[in-house]
């Protein structure tokens, strides 16, 4: 069983940064990739960042590319999100997720964007952007 942790959410101005955590502990041996959602208040949770725990290859949505950054610190099984340049639009709870194990690259390439791609989700941390 894999756990996931995020830390790091708060309230911030718009054009702001903040740079959320994402701890994993449990067995991640075998798991591809992980990525961050968010999930706006009344809204559907949404893909905002994805990476390869291996070879490190990012992905991102397109309302996030440029001002997100999605790294990972294998040593510390941590993925962050540096977020840059916040908007109001950017207020959402902020979940990080693990992805099924067994995932391949092409699995992972082709489904990374998706909720049914992951099973193991942290708690979330908020997120207010104010205007």
């Known amino acids: 069983q894999v756990q996931l942790v995020e830390s790091g959410g708060g309230l911030v101005q718009t054009g702001g940064s903040l740079r959320l955590s994402c701890v994993a502990s449990g067995r991640t041996l075998g798991h591809y990739g992980m990525g961050w959602f968010r999930q706006p208040p009344g809204k559907e949770r949404d893909f905002v960042a994805a990476i390869t725990l291996s070879g490190g290859s990012t992905y991102y949505a397109d309302s996030v590319k440029g001002r997100f950054t999605i790294s990972r610190d294998s040593a510390q099984n941590t993925v962050y999100l540096q977020m840059n340049s916040l908007k109001p639009e950017d207020t959402a709870v902020y979940y990080c997720?693990?992805?099924?194990?067994?995932?391949?690259?092409?699995?992972?390439?082709?489904?990374?964007?998706?909720?049914?791609?992951?099973?193991?989700w942290g708690q979330g941390t908020q997120v207010t952007v104010s205007s």
């Open positions: 997720a693990l992805s099924r194990p067994g995932y391949t690259a092409y699995t992972f390439n082709s489904g990374y964007m998706g909720l049914t791609s992951y099973d193991d």
